[in-house]
Every structure is written in structure tokens, then in C-alpha cells.
């Protein structure tokens, strides 16, 4: 399989992560998936997680076992406590540790404010910030009994937060959305500094639009695309390989001194497009 944009410009050392043992929340579909395949390509052990669509989970796996490295799926909601606390523990059994977790999983329940049920505000709370709290916290534990192991990573282990362009761009009609996204940037920032002095690295990766099932009516036709591409100054939509390759970077030693941060993924959309010709 060709990697990142089948140039062979953007392809992955297979060394880069060798030893190294990452969990991906959401795995099965869109970033999660494409970032699950990239962490193996670079030489990663790799748990695929997924609420929903074993057999989408299942192609993951297969694919990176086809790579030579350890893999398997587990079936986990993010926003629930005790099946985190199992899926973590599952994985210091089965692989010994962990040391990279990508907590990617996300979703949307869109509504004007004023429809918007508590409900649909509670669920993307849940999933979105609370799930990366509770997976953080379960990996952070981890990290911390073991320490940093010199021959694997300089770090004692790596938290990536799966945030959005809309950690600081507000968004109307989606604002359980946008303030899971502003919260994630706070969890990674406050878990970053206090986690630091144990040498556990803890940054955002914040996509901007990127071709996945979350968001296809923004980009399905080409309408759609066209008034897209209006918030995009590089003028193109993302693919998830843009960010599964900012997520390789990220946990690798390449990296070590970044903490904290929030690398915008996303062709320009934060540089507030309408004031190239306007304001
Ligand atoms: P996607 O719908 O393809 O993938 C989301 C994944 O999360 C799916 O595998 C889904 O099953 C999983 N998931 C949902 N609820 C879960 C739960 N309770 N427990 C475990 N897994 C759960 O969408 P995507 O675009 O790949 O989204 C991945 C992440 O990227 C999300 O956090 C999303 O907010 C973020 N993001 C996406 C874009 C974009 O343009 N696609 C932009 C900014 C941020």
C-alpha cells in the first residue's frame, strides 16, 4: 500500500516508532483510521479501538499485521469509565505498555442552541472531551508506573488529543461541538503542564476540513466543496493521511520538545480567511 500521498515524498520510516506500543480511539473510520495505519507503518504496535463496525475494525487490524507489526481491535465507548479503565488494562497485558494514545474518537449532534436537547449537549460532551479525559488519565498512569525506557522513546510516553480548528473558531449551530473542542484545548494544556515533569509529552492535533464520514455533506458535491474551499486559503480539502502523518511526527522522538501545543492541521482555515480581501 502506497503511503501518505503515493509519491513516496510523504511516506513514513518504518523505524520511526519500532517498539512502541499506541492505542487509537475510533480507529475503524476517517483520522482515526488513517492515523492507526500510519503509527503501524512507522514501526508501531497498535490497538484498533471502535464502538461500532467490527468488521471495519477487523480490515484495520488486518492491515497492520500486513505491516509485521503487533495489532488487534477492542471494543470500547470512550465515554465510559470502567470499559477505558479495560481497555488500557487489556493492553499492558497483552502488549506489556503503552506509550503513545491517540485519543481521536469524536462526533456531532448539530443543533441551533435554542433546539439543541440536553441530550445532544451531553453526548458530545461525553465522547468528546470526557472520553479524552478518561483515556488520557488511564495511559498517564501507565507512563507514569514505568518511566521512560531510553531504547524505546526519550519521553515516558505520548498523549495526542484529537481536537479541531474549532478549539478556537466558534461554530453557530454546532455548540456542544465547539465547546468540547475549546475544552480539549484545555485538557491538553493543563494535563501538558502538570504531566511534563514526569517527561510525558501532551499535545493537541487539530484538523481542519478533512474528507471523512463525519462532515461529507461539506464536501460531497462539488457546490458543497466549492464554498469550502472559500475557508481554505491552500484551496484544497484535507484527506486523513494529513493528519495521521502530523500525528506520526507528533509522538515520535522527532517531537520530544513539543509540549503542550496544538499543531493546526488545516490547510490556513485559522488564518480567518475573510480578511484577505475584506476587513
Ligand atoms: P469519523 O466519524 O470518521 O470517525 C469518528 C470515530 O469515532 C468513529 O470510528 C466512531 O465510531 C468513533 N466514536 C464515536 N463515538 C465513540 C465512542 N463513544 N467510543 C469510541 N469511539 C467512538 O470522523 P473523523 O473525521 O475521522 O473524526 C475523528 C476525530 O477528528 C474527531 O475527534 C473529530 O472531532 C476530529 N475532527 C475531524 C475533522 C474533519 O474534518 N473530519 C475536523 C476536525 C476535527
Known sequence: MAAGDGTGRTAVSAQLLKGQKALVTGANSGIGKATAIALGRAGADVVVNYVAGADAAAEVVATLQGFGVRAY??????????????????????????????ANAGLQRDAPSTEMTLAQWQKVIDVNLTGQFLCAREAAKEFVRRGVVPEVSR??????????VHQIIPWAGHVNYASSKGGVGMLMQTLAQELAPQRIRVNAVAPGAIRTPINTDAWSTPEAEAELLKLIPYRRVGDPDDIANAVVAV???????????????????TLFPGFATGG
Open 251 to 269: 509522538a515520535s522522538d522527532l517531537l520530544d520538545y513539543v509540549v503542550g501545543t496544538t499543531l493546526y492541521v488545516d490547510g490556513g482555515m
Open 73 to 102: 481491535a477492542h471494543e470500547a465507548d470512550v465515554s465510559d469509565e470502567d470499559q477505558v479503565v479495560a481497555m488500557v488494562a487489556r493492553m499492558v497485558e497483552e502488549l506489556s505498555t503503552i506509550d503513545i494514545m491517540v
Open 155 to 164: 519521553s515516558a510516553g505520548k498523549i495526542i488529543c484529537m481536537s479541531s
